[in-house]
Every structure is written in C-alpha cells, then in structure tokens.
Nanobody
Framework: QVELVESGGGSVQAGGSLRLSCAPSGRPLYGFSKAWFRRAPGKEREFVAGIRRNGVGTLYADSVKGRFTISRDNAKNTMYLQMNNLKPEDTAVYYC?????????????????WGQGTQVTVSS
C-alpha cells in the first residue's frame, strides 16, 4: 500500500513563500508522473502543476505560472512545489498526486495515489 505524505504547509502573508514536499510511504514511485492540486473553500479541486515521469516536462495552471515551480528529486523520492509571491487567493488545501501515466494531466482521474493534503493560508 502506497500513501503520499505532504509537508511544508503553513500561514504566510501575501508576497511570502512556502515550499511543499511530497514523498510516498512504501514503495518509491520513480516512474510515475506527479502533480499538485488544491481545493479552496467552497470550490472544486483544481490542477496547480504537474511534472512528467522523467522529470523533464512540466505544466502549470495559468494562475500560478511564473510564481510556482514544481520539481522532483528521484534520489530522495520526493516532489516539491516552491511557491513564491503568494496571494490570498492561493489559500487552499494542497494535495500531491501520482499516476502511472507518461505525461501530466490536469484532470484528477488518471492519478492513482493521493496525499491527505496540507493547508496553505495566505493573509493580505
């Protein structure tokens, strides 16, 4: 059984930065494409960023492009989301996901494994 564990959430003021981490417990997921999603209060879960299984290709939601950076370190079996210039509208629970797919997907359905989520709160 594989579980994904997120860490690094917290509360910051607008303009601040946070770095989220995601690592699987159990077997490593080196060959899986991975992504970050988020769910703001009263909204549907939405795609934030994705990274291909080979770590070369990335994809970002327009709302975070230029501010967030997704990366993975297979040696540490960890994926990251560096979030800079945070805005109050970035406030949400952030989830990491992994799927046995060749490339990224902005839909939740291809991802087999999910974390429990970590809260990010940005105050103005």
């Amino acid at each position: 059984q594989v579980e994904l564990v997120e860490s690094g959430g917290g509360s910051v003021q607008a303009g601040g930065s946070l770095r989220l981490s995601c690592a699987p417990s159990g077997r490593p997921l080196y060959g899986f494409s991975k992504a970050w999603f988020r769910r703001a209060p009263g909204k549907e879960r939405e795609f934030v960023a994705g990274i291909r299984r080979n770590g070369v290709g990335t994809l970002y939601a327009d709302s975070v492009k230029g501010r967030f950076t997704i990366s993975r370190d297979n040696a540490k079996n960890t994926m990251y989301l560096q979030m800079n210039n945070l805005k109050p509208e970035d406030t949400a629970v952030y989830y990491c996901a992994a799927g046995d797919i060749a490339t990224m997907s902005t839909s939740t359905s291809p991802y087999e494994y999910w974390g429990q989520g970590t809260q990010v709160t940005v105050s103005s």
